[in-house]
Structures are given as structure tokens and as C-alpha cells.
């Protein structure tokens, strides 16, 4: 999309939401219509097996439509004037959709919803944008927990039983763990830090948040802010003073090809867990830590969501399918099935929880240390700014104070969307 495309965009989503708002939010009758659509990226079997509970029991129909994990089709339907009463979509892409007025605030009645005191606070940080709950995380919540291997510390005469916990033991470890074949090739990275995708952005944040700096609420700071020269710096010397992995290198726990770490927002670290089970492996030698830290422990939060448009036919009913989806039955199965952890405190005595002690413990992780991603208005614009910096740095070719002054620039600009 050119620049001029997208002024073009903005400058309608803008005309369009001023034009919504000379109207009533909120319907007054409950249950006006006896039909709500619902777009989601989930159309699995156990979601459209929940969605005719649904309708079993309220008689309300739900006309339900796959869509993509882009933003051109809701937002062809918002300013279109034609958005789905009921929509899901991924937590990075919430600051821009809230910011343009396409999800309805959900407070009057997340204020009255029965679960309420049973969600973990960071379920509901994770869908509050400007100070008004949006959303709610409808398939479970991923928590950067760090996989990592028992067998292999043992065998590296590490305590399995006390994982590193500061950045100078996380080298440590990660450098007695690595191996390498008699050329040199890297056939087990020591540390899982990863450059493929998006990953590098991940690693950005996480770095920084350990240095005291969250960059997606904080808008004074700049590029050159010390704590991210010592993120960034950190990142490259995994790779370029500690050896701890290789450039282009992706090892996994399950398979053995990692000793330690995954990606640092979580992730399928559930479905990690029953893929090295399948392989033959003993559950007891895959366990899960905080990231090593600098001054105290944290576990980034992220999560996908369901949100209500500002203008559904029916708010009522569309909040009934909401409550329905994420409602505690329901969560149990979904969040099963997509391999998320269950936003509610009750969760610890499900079955499939019970019997997976790991995840118990990756509960307890997001309950005490787990810090949500503050949704940005432009998101996608920063991620791609610090995906370049830190492959930038990665390369190693450049000093990191240098590469960091060269995007300085772009940062400033795309935290406060100036294009």
C-alpha cells in the first residue's frame, strides 16, 4: 500500500467514524435480532460446535464467516458501513483497530459478567486501550515462558532443579550447553535466540522490558536510550561474542536441537510439550522458567481476542456469543484445543491442566510475573523498524550505537505514526 493509499485510508476510516458517532452506540431492546455474525480466522470444528451451543440455547442464529489474519477486510466493512456484530482477531493488531473506532467498549458489561474476579488482571490489561476494555482474549492467553531441557543440563552437569536466572548465567549455561560437530557446525544451539520472521522483534521487546523500559507505552524515550543499546547489544553477543546460537539457526526443545528457549512471547509451548511427548521423551525433562532477568522476573503476555463492533445490530445478543466463547465451559475446550493457557484462576483444576503438570506451571508464571503487551496504534510500523535494528545488529557488521542512530529516525516516526 503507498503512502498516499493510506492517507487516503485513514482519511476515510475518520470521516466514517464521525459519522457513527452522531448515532446511538447501543441498541435498548435485548435480543432485537434473531441473527449476529461473526467473523473469526478459527473456523475450526470445536468453535463452530460452540457457536451451535449457542444458538441452542438462546435461539439467537449466528451466521459465522472465515476471514484472513490481515486488516483489509474489516476494514472494508467499516467503512462500508457493514462491520460483523462479533469478530476476532491477534493482540498486535488491536491498537490500530481500537484506534480507529471499529471495537466497542465493553465495560458496563464486563462490570456485571459473573467471571470477572476469576480472570487474571493481565487477561483484561491485554484488551484495555486508552482505558476501556475492547476485547476479551477468546481462545487463551501465550506466556513467554522459557522452555528448557532437564536431560541436558544433567548431562552438562547442570542443577536441572535451578535454572539461570540473571543474563550472566543464562551465558553460562547456554555455552556449556551448546554442541557442535567436529566441523563446527552448530547441531544443538545453547540459548534458542532467534533472527527468522518476527522473532527479532520479540527478543527487542523483551531485552528492553528487562532493562526497565516497556517501548510501547513509553512515548519520551528514543532509539539511543541506553537500555536499548544494552538490549540490542545483549542480542548481538548472543550470537557474536557468546556463540550461543548461529545466524539463521531455529532449534526447538522437543526435538532437541535447543537446550534452552523459545520465542519470548509465548507461542505453542503447550503444543511444544505434547510434540516431545510424542517424539518418546520424558515429560519430567521439559520444564519452563521466567526468561533470565536483570532485576526481577517477567513473562511477556500476549493473546488473540473477540471484540464488538460499535455497530452491531444487536449489543445485547452480540455480548451473550462473547460471554458464551470465553465463558469458562467453553474456554476449557478452546483453550485445549489451540494449546493456550485458560485466562481463569479455576483453570488449575481442570483435567487437561491437572494432567499436565507444565502447565500448571506455566500458569503460575502468567498469574505472578506475566506482564501484558500494551496495544499500540501502530504497531506493525514499530515491529518493522526493530526487526531491521536488530538484524542489523545481528549481522555484526556495524557497531550497535551506530546502526541504532541510522534508524533513530524511523523509530521516532513510526511510534507516532508520522509517515
Not at 531485552?207 to 547489544?233: C, K, Y
Not at 542480542?235 to 537446550?259: E, I, K, M, N
Amino acid at each position: 500500500m503507498s503512502a498516499l493509499e493510506r492517507c487516503c485510508q485513514r482519511t476515510m476510516l475518520r470521516a466514517v467514524f464521525a459519522f457513527l458517532a452522531l448515532f446511538p452506540v447501543f441498541a435498548t431492546q435485548a435480543w432485537a435480532a434473531t441473527t449476529i455474525s461473526f467473523w473469526t480466522q478459527d473456523v475450526q470444528e470445536w468453535v463452530l460446535e460452540a457457536v451451535n451451543e449457542f444458538t441452542a440455547a438462546t435461539g439467537i442464529e449466528v451466521d459465522v464467516k472465515a476471514i484472513s489474519w490481515g486488516l483489509d477486510e474489516l476494514i472494508v466493512a467499516y467503512v462500508a458501513g457493514s462491520m460483523p456484530d462479533v469478530w476476532t482477531h491477534g493482540g498486535a493488531a488491536l491498537g490500530a483497530l481500537a484506534h480507529q473506532g471499529m471495537m466497542a467498549p465493553l465495560d458496563r458489561w464486563i462490570e456485571l459478567w459473573e467471571h470477572r474476579d476469576d480472570v487474571a488482571p493481565q487477561a483484561l490489561e491485554l484488551v484495555t486501550y486508552n482505558g476501556r476494555v475492547v476485547g476479551l482474549p477468546w481462545r487463551g492467553i501465550a506466556v513467554g515462558a522459557m522452555p528448557y531441557r532437564a536431560d541436558f543440563f544433567a548431562e552438562a552437569g547442570l542443577d536441572p532443579e535451578t535454572p539461570p536466572q540473571t543474563w550472566d548465567e543464562l551465558v553460562e549455561h547456554a555455552r556449556r550447553l551448546v554442541r557442535r560437530d567436529a566441523d563446527g557446525t552448530l547441531i544443538r544451539s545453547g540459548f534458542n535466540v532467534t533472527d527468522a520472521g518476527v522473532e527479532p522483534s520479540f527478543w527487542f521487546r523483551l531485552f528492553t522490558l528487562q532493562n526497565g523500559l516497556e517501548v510501547f507505552s513509553d512515548a519520551e524515550h528514543s532509539l539511543t536510550d541506553p537500555r536499548i543499546v544494552r538490549a540490542v547489544e545483549f542480542y548481538s553477543d548472543l550470537y557474536h561474542r557468546y556463540h550461543v546460537s548461529d545466524p539463521g539457526f531455529y532449534g526447538s526443545v522437543a526435538a532437541g536441537t535447543t537446550a534452552m528457549g523459545s520465542s519470548p512471547v509465548g507461542g505453542p509451548l503447550i503444543q511444544e510439550l505434547e510434540q516431545f511427548i510424542e517424539f518418546g521423551g520424558d515429560p519430567r525433562d521439559l520444564r519452563f522458567s521466567v526468561f533470565p532477568y536483570l532485576e526481577e522476573p517477567l513473562a511477556i503476555l500476549t493473546g488473540d481476542f473477540i471484540a464488538m463492533s460499535p455497530t452491531a445490530s444487536d449489543p445485547e445478543a452480540a455480548f451473550a456469543l462473547i460471554k458464551h466463547l470465553v465463558g469458562p465451559k467453553v474456554h476449557e475446550r478452546l483453550t485445549f484445543q489451540f494449546g493456550r493457557l485458560p485466562i481463569y484462576r479455576q483453570a488449575v483444576d481442570w483435567d487437561w491442566v491437572v494432567a499436565r503438570p507444565q502447565v500448571h506451571n506455566l500458569m503460575e508464571i502468567m498469574f505472578e510475573h506475566g506482564t501484558a503487551t500494551p496495544p499500540h496504534p501502530y504497531f506493525f510500523e514499530l515491529r518493522q523498524v526493530q526487526i531491521d535494528v536488530m538484524l542489523a545488529a545481528r549481522s555484526g557488521t556495524q557497531a550497535v550505537q551506530t546502526i541504532l542512530e541510522q534508524y533513530a529516525v524511523p523509530y521516532r516516526n513510526a511510534w507516532h505514526g508520522i509517515r
